[in-house]
């Protein structure tokens, strides 16, 4: 079956430790997108990536930061530097036509951090 | 740049209806609607791409007025399962790169 896998579902760490949350997707999409979610709050975009090797900011960057070494997988670090990093983080991804974004993205069952 | 949803939240008895509204200050190139229920990942109903053009997923649909830079989403005769937080995503035209997602509209369904 296609789809997006994110793991850990759950994970927690102390306080400034960096962690490293896993995406990988076998549907064959150029793009990928992480985005972090806050309670009652909408999706805020952190990186994104349309091609691999390619990446790029979204506007909560700051403190995290991914790499595009496979087109199957875009894993994201939360460092030290970031201020408030426990929040649900979800993985998506959509298929590219000439470089636009208008198609439906696919998400992963996301994974909840929580630093202590 | 980030659209408004409206209303904010919703309470519905099975079988009523409901709109939830996305205005954008911009101009659209796209307006996308996804479904997300607590404590799991969004799923996508729909894509509208042309202004005027309106779209269905069995009784809810969609439609898109790209003079008034806005899309309405129409819960008809309304499922306990349809409950969860639905959200609007936009893309502008000229920003054909980024999905600019709206704060959501939490939606309960009750017996």
């Known amino acids: 079956d296609g789809g997006i896998t994110q793991s850990p579902k759950y994970l927690f760490r102390k306080e400034g430790q960096n962690v490293t949350l896993s995406c990988e997707q076998n549907?064959?999409?150029?793009?990928m997108y992480w985005y972090r979610q806050d309670p009652g709050q909408g999706l805020r975009l952190i990186y994104y990536?349309?091609?691999?090797?390619?990446?790029q900011k979204g506007d909560i960057a700051e403190g995290y930061s991914v790499s595009r070494e496979k087109k199957e997988s875009f894993p994201l670090t939360v460092t030290s530097a970031q201020k408030n990093p426990t929040a649900f983080y979800l993985c998506?991804?959509?298929?590219?036509?000439?470089?636009?974004?208008?198609?439906?993205?696919?998400f992963g069952p996301g994974t909840r951090l929580t630093v202590l | 740049q980030q659209p408004v949803q409206s209303p904010q939240a919703v309470i519905l008895r099975e079988g009523e209806d409901a709109v939830i509204n996305c205005s954008s200050s911009?101009?659209?190139?796209?307006v996308h609607w996804y479904r997300q229920k607590h404590g799991e990942a969004p799923v996508f109903l729909m894509i509208?791409?042309?202004g005027g053009e309106q779209k269905g997923h069995e009784k809810i649909s969609a439609s898109f007025n790209e003079k008034k830079q806005q899309s309405s989403l129409y819960l008809t005769a309304s499922q306990l399962s349809y409950s969860g937080t639905y959200f609007c995503?936009?893309?502008?035209?000229?920003?054909?790169?980024?999905?600019?997602w709206g704060l959501g509209t939490s939606l309960a369904v009750n017996p």
């Open positions: 998506a991804s959509s298929p590219t036509s000439g470089g636009t974004n208008y198609n439906e993205q696919f």
């Open positions: 549907l064959n999409h150029d793009a």
């Open positions: 990536s349309q091609i691999v090797n390619d990446f």
């Open positions: 911009k101009a659209l190139y796209s």
């Open positions: 509208l791409l042309k």
């Open positions: 995503g936009t893309v502008n035209a000229g920003n054909n790169r980024k999905l600019i």
